[in-house]
């Protein structure tokens, strides 16, 4: 069993940033993906960004170039920086780990509004 504690989502402006961090416990292998997906209200749950323990990472387009995803393995700690936040990233964000089997945090609002 793994479990997820999600923090760092709130309400933000335009242009805003916000670091989300992801801190995994429990059973945690030495090979393994963590990451964050998002869920806007009546869309479907889009992954955003994912990293390895190896350190490779994945960025979905719409985030490129303004999103960054970093890890602190000593800690098993996955940090999201979102930088230049738009409207469109209000969502729920969700963090996972995926290694062996896949577990999901409870999810934590980011809200980008005037």
């Known amino acids: 069993q793994v479990q997820l504690v999600e923090s760092g989502g709130g309400l933000v402006q335009p242009g805003g940033s916000l670091r989300l961090s992801c801190a995994a416990s429990?059973?945690?292998?030495?090979?393994?993906?963590m990451g964050w997906f998002r869920q806007a209200p009546g869309k479907q749950r889009e992954l955003v960004a994912h990293i390895t323990s190896g350190g490779s990472t994945n960025y979905a387009d719409f985030v490129k170039g303004r999103f960054t995803i970093s890890r602190d393995n000593a800690k098993n700690t996955v940090f999201l920086q979102m930088n230049s936040l738009k409207p469109e990233d209000t969502g729920v964000y969700y963090c996972?780990?995926?290694?062996?089997?896949?577990?999901w945090g409870q999810g934590t609002q980011v809200t980008v509004s005037s």
């Open positions: 429990g059973s945690i292998f030495s090979f393994y993906v």
């Open positions: 996972y780990y995926s290694g062996g089997s896949t577990y």
